[in-house]
């Protein structure tokens, strides 16, 4: 009885119509195993919807399985030379089966004599399907790129947005309940002090989620959400990216701030008000790590703070700090900045008369960014023409228009901020000085977030001497602490 290793492979949905299906061709290669009086030992298939991963894993095996049991075996059956090897360098694996091994290559609806001018057969057709495999594929990176130059999303839409089909046209629409996920991601990592981690359980409190089968979001999941430039209206291809014809979810000032912040790694460990990597060791330079006790008789919570080497450097001090003496030292700095209430309407008055000035400068560089936002769209202008006329590649049409796209947000960008300056430069500095006034009153009512927010405000550079709080004040409170110059003053 003859003995056969068999593979069935389907390619697409279109093969499956036209007549090559699994079942037909398994019903086929069981026939013929039938028809020499003999049996597949083990069938191999490889379905429309299998990754290339998939389809690799499976021909690996089938070739591993011949060579093993090659003594037992008598010959590799398929249906057709091109369900047998989509290119040449599987097909060479399976000659060398052949050659190697005393395997027979048997194609049932295209027979070949096992000779010269058989094998020459052969190797004509799996060139032919070769050729059809790698121009299929050029045909359709190049639809790909004329799709996504036309604004369109090729394959799976990113999240927040669902697959449809418009007019015989696939493309993506917005996914409601998901899109509102998205903006929210976006706004909470802009505009309030969270991480990554922190933003993934603010989700999970606020009922969020990510997919029935994992509600929770991936930490991978939320960056990539957040590094995303679809979310802006754009489209990827081939590592550029294209202006699209989809709703975009996000504003281009939110997106900005997302990426500066990523770019700067904003972290918060815990809430431990000075611990996470604010302060260090005054004696050996080891950042200050806190730990909380609870009273067993009371249930009251305590906030220890000391050196992460306190117990292990020899010769370190045994110092232990209340998280309360730490906040007498802020406090105390911060009832030296508050300043008596005629000095407190002097220095309003003089922040709006210097804000006038400032409006006058602010003018001058509206003007200066908005010549080269028209600079900047007449290269765009250009850059398209040149497009048309065939006299640029499309993939420098692509990284060139990025760049001015680029360009152009950031002149706009200036622009408004500009714009802003105008109304708000005086009522931002009004509103830090008013600030500075009123931290006292501020940090007794602050929860942890607040709390990290106004140190990293007003201070820097935090050591422990001992039992002392050491920092540098942050510009324009360390002017405000000084107190008012009276020794120049001329009596008023």
């Known amino acids: ?99 190697e091994h005393g395997l027979a290559f048997v194609s049932v609806s295209q027979p070949t004599e096992n000779n010269p001018a058989g094998r020459m057969m052969r190797r004509t057709l799996a060139n032919m399907a070769s050729f059809y495999t ?51 991601i976006f706004h909470l990592y802009a505009y309030e002090p969270l991480t990554v981690d922190q933003l993934i359980a603010r989700l999970a409190d606020e009922g969020l989620t990510y997919r029935p089968s994992s509600p929770r979001f991936p930490r991978s999941s939320v960056y990539a959400i957040l590094r995303d430039r679809c979310y802006l209206g754009e489209v990827e291809y081939g590592g550029q990216w294209y202006p699209g014809k989809h709703e975009p979810l996000v504003d281009r000032a939110t997106w900005d701030r997302v990426q500066v912040l990523l770019g700067g790694k904003t972290y918060r460990s815990h809430e431990l008000t000075y611990a996470g990597g604010l302060i260090r060791c005054g004696h050996c330079g080891n950042l200050i790590t806190g730990e909380q006790v609870v009273k067993p008789s009371t249930g009251k919570r305590y906030v220890y703070y000391r050196c992460t080497m306190y117990k292990l450097a020899p010769g370190h001090p045994q110092v232990r700090l209340n998280e309360a003496k730490l906040d007498e030292q802020v406090l105390a700095v911060f009832r030296s900045i508050k300043q008596p209430d005629t000095v407190r309407d002097w220095f309003s008055n ?34 398209l023409n040149l497009r048309l006329l065939d006299e640029i590649d499309a993939d420098t049409f692509a990284r060139k228009s990025t760049e001015i796209r680029d360009k152009l947000a950031a002149a706009s960008l200036r622009v408004e901020a500009a714009n802003r300056d105008r109304g708000e430069q005086a009522e931002l500095a009004i509103r830090v000085f008013e600030l500075s006034q009123a931290l006292v009153e501020k940090w007794l009512s602050a929860d942890y977030a607040a709390k990290r927010q106004l140190l990293e405000i007003v201070f820097s550079n935090f050591t422990l001497d001992g039992a002392t709080l050491c920092y540098e004040v942050n510009k324009p409170f360390d002017v405000l602490i000084e107190g008012l110059e009276t020794s120049q003053t001329r009596g008023d």
């Open 1 to 99: 009885m003859n003995r056969y290793v068999a593979l069935a492979r389907v390619s697409s949905r279109e093969q499956e119509r036209e007549g090559f299906s699994l079942a037909v061709q398994e019903d086929a290669l069981k026939r013929y195993a039938a028809s020499t009086g003999g049996e597949i030992v083990r069938l191999f298939r490889i379905a429309e919807t299998a990754s290339k991963r998939d389809e690799r894993k499976t021909f690996k095996e089938l070739v591993a399985f011949a060579k093993k049991n090659a003594a037992n075996l008598d010959a590799l059956l398929f249906y057709k030379v091109d369900r047998a090897a989509r290119n040449l360098f599987d097909y060479v694996e399976l000659e060398r089966l052949e050659s």
């Open 134 to 184: 790698e121009q299929q594929s050029v045909d359709v990176r190049e639809g790909h790129a004329r799709r996504v130059q036309e604004g369109w999303f090729v394959g799976a839409a990113p999240y927040g947005y669902r697959n449809v089909r418009k007019d015989g046209r696939g493309v993506i629409e917005v996914d409601p309940s998901r899109a509102e996920t998205v903006r929210r």
């Open 350 to 383: 003089a922040l709006r008369e210097w804000s006038k000035r400032e409006r006058a400068e602010a003018s001058t560089q509206s003007d200066v960014s908005q010549r080269e936002i028209t600079q900047l769209q007449q290269q765009q202008d250009r850059l």
